[in-house]
């Protein structure tokens, strides 16, 4: 299935309305500190709090009469289960959501406050893809996954398109990386808006499938990483994801957790917003690259900012 940049100009005028056009943000110090012009696409000001609203409100804004009726199904580690809820909600469709029994409370929370229903699962243990696949037989639901689905990748492009319809063309691109849901979708709105920019795949150094896969030429899989980005816990990148990221990405970085506690302080002191760990993945990676990014444009893609206040306290403690 091929999926281009027209797909995510046409899930932009879906989305419409619906979605924040969220803002970009600028640090004198963020800077001084790369010695470089960075461009910050707040996604964590989106609604429910991350990007994935903008795929799920797409996927579910194409379902026919008889999809609606019967409903969604997705699972989702949290930033999607809430996406698919509250798309669901605003769409009049019943949802019903898989997620980890150990996602953040906040999350599994807000994931039943916008009406969704939730099953939870042992991460560790159980295939949450085969759960799903086994409800939406059952009861004639339709699957929406976190990244593998062309309506999913189209919306979250739009995000990179409004960076760069606001700042104009860019030097390098820093992309979060967990199913690949985003950079893929991202890659397509970068080469249409800013075809010269170098654009980065960043994930957790515990759960480095996508580098591996990048570097290998296939797709690797590995077991439930052990990271606080519960964003990127993927074992996986998709099969739709994987060859837009394969054919147009520079590389795939990773940073560790104790880089992405440095980035998440650097946004909560400097920048006055609570971004979740999976979030700092591309700040991380750009700090790590300042010798390479002086006197550069450079773009930052803000996942989320949905982590428990308790957590959030005790990991800048």
Known sequence: MSITYEDVVAAAGRIEGHAHRTPVLTSRTANDELGAEIFFK?????????FKFRGAFNALSRFNEEQRKAGVVAFSSGNH??????????????????????APASKIAATRGYGGNVVTYDRYKEDREAIGRKLAEENG????????????????????KELFEEVGELDYFFVCLGGGGLLSGSTLATRALSPKCKLYGVEPEAGNDGQQSFRS???????????????????????????IIQREVEDILTVSDAELVDAMRFFAARMKIVVEPTGCLGFAAARKMKEELRGKRVGVLISGGNVD???????LS
Not at 153 to 159: E, P
Not at 309 to 315: D, K, M, S, T, V
Request: hydrophobic share 45%; net charge negative.
């Open 42 to 50: 707040a996604e964590n000001m989106q609604r429910m709090g991350a």
């Open 81 to 102: 289960a809430q996406a698919i809820a509250l798309s669901a909600k605003l769409l009049g469709i019943p949802a019903t959501i898989i997620m980890p029994e150990d």
């Open 141 to 160: 639901m339709t699957l929406i996954p976190p990244y593998d689905h062309a309506d999913v990748i189209a919306g979250q492009g739009t995000a990179a």
């Open 217 to 243: 030429g296939s797709i690797v899989h590995i077991d439930t990483p052990k990271t606080i980005a519960d964003g990127a816990q993927t074992q996986h990148l998709g099969s739709l994801t994987f060859p």
């Open 309 to 315: 206040i308790e957590r959030f306290a005790a990991l």
